[in-house]
């Protein structure tokens, strides 16, 4: 398997990365967790509904829905990749949640039928589907009359550092990825404002929101930086793992550099911007 695209959601790319998503899961998930907070209070999440989560990865967010709709409650948390699924259940298991069901799904084509869900909800999986207008139209098409769909995308690449330093510094020493960042199934394929608004609109859904969120994530160093997201962020960390020992060290060393202007006390803070966006079936 090679770092051939931008694209993370696809099953050999995400069964690379699950372990160490599931390794660092509390600490992704708390780096952005305004994000999940949002998504959980615009995706309609009242007790007794049925919300389905896509692009789960090991869960966090439809853990977050699992306590708000309650005991009558029922979240589906799904994801392409088989090994994703399994650190989600094992994640529902260590909770002892009873109202969460995890199942491997595609989110372009969902196994699902018309009308079944009270809510839709993906955080940060939207933009890495090849076809993001099929993930709108499907989510539309498995909602409920008034449902909610509620997604997250990152925002614009110079204003999301925490990916940038690491691609650039690769790019630095010579390795460089396949595939536009900016085209389907690239990171910044949706980080416009009009993207998303339009991507709910020609799917149907009505009262389109589409919010700015920002923060920072935290790292005790350039290495931490490394060894943390170098191992999660999809084709960049199946890249990294086939470094030589000699080219790690270069990169580690272009790193140190690159951080310099986010270093804040003892360690680097490496400022985020998201885009959240909601639509009414």
Same mark, same amino acid.
């Given at each position: 398997m090679t770092a051939d695209d931008f694209g993370?959601?696809?099953?050999?790319?995400?069964?690379?990365?699950?372990?160490?998503?599931?390794r660092h899961r509390a600490r992704?998930?708390?780096?952005?967790?305004?994000?999940?907070?949002?998504?959980?209070?615009?995706?309609?999440?009242?007790?007794?509904a049925t919300v389905l989560e896509l692009t789960a990865g090991p869960g966090e967010t439809g853990f977050l829905v699992a306590e708000r709709v309650g005991a009558d409650g029922h979240v589906l948390s799904t994801?392409?990749?088989?090994?994703? %699924?399994?650190?989600?259940?094992? &994640? $529902?298991?260590?909770?002892?949640?009873?109202?969460?069901?995890?199942? =491997?799904?595609?989110?372009?084509?969902l196994d699902l039928d018309d009308g079944s869900v009270d809510g839709v909800v993906?955080?940060?999986?939207?933009?890495?589907?090849?076809?993001?207008?099929?993930?709108?139209?499907?989510?539309?098409?498995?909602?409920?009359?008034?449902?909610r769909f509620a997604y997250a995308v990152w925002g614009p690449p110079?204003?999301?550092?925490?990916?940038?330093?690491l691609v650039g510094s690769l790019?630095?020493?010579?390795?460089?990825?396949?595939?536009?960042?900016?085209?389907?199934?690239?990171?910044?394929?949706l980080g416009r404002r009009d993207q998303n608004?339009?991507?709910?609109?020609?799917?149907?859904?009505?009262?389109? %929101?589409?919010?700015?969120?920002? &923060? $920072?994530?935290?790292?005790?160093?350039?290495?931490?930086?490394?060894? =943390?997201?170098?191992?999660?962020?999809?084709p960049v960390a199946v890249l990294i793992a086939a470094l030589s020992p000699d080219e790690l060290d270069a990169l580690r060393a272009a790193l140190v550099s690159a951080c310099e202007p986010y270093r804040a006390g003892a360690g680097i803070e490496l400022p985020w911007v998201a885009l959240a966006a909601t639509g009414v079936a």
């Amino acid at each position: 398997m090679t770092a051939d695209d931008f694209g993370f959601d696809t099953p050999a790319v995400g069964d690379a990365v699950a372990a160490a998503w599931e390794r660092h899961r509390a600490r992704v998930f708390e780096t952005s967790r305004p994000v999940s907070d949002w998504l959980v209070e615009h995706v309609g999440a009242e007790p007794g509904a049925t919300v389905l989560e896509l692009t789960a990865g090991p869960g966090e967010t439809g853990f977050l829905v699992a306590e708000r709709v309650g005991a009558d409650g029922h979240v589906l948390s799904t994801d392409l990749a088989p090994g994703m %699924v399994a650190a989600a259940r094992r &994640g $529902v298991e260590a909770r002892g949640l009873t109202n969460v069901e995890c199942r =491997v799904m595609d989110a372009q084509q969902l196994d699902l039928d018309d009308g079944s869900v009270d809510g839709v909800v993906s955080r940060f999986g939207v933009m890495l589907m090849p076809e993001p207008e099929r993930v709108a139209r499907e989510a539309r098409r498995v909602l409920r009359s008034g449902g909610r769909f509620a997604y997250a995308v990152w925002g614009p690449p110079d204003r999301n550092p925490w990916l940038g330093t690491l691609v650039g510094s690769l790019l630095q020493c010579g390795h460089a990825l396949g595939g536009d960042p900016f085209g389907p199934g690239g990171p910044f394929s949706l980080g416009r404002r009009d993207q998303n608004e339009a991507l709910l609109a020609d799917a149907g859904f009505a009262d389109v %929101v589409v919010e700015e969120l920002e &923060g $920072v994530m935290r790292y005790d160093d350039a290495d931490d930086y490394l060894d =943390v997201q170098g191992s999660l962020a999809g084709p960049v960390a199946v890249l990294i793992a086939a470094l030589s020992p000699d080219e790690l060290d270069a990169l580690r060393a272009a790193l140190v550099s690159a951080c310099e202007p986010y270093r804040a006390g003892a360690g680097i803070e490496l400022p985020w911007v998201a885009l959240a966006a909601t639509g009414v079936a």
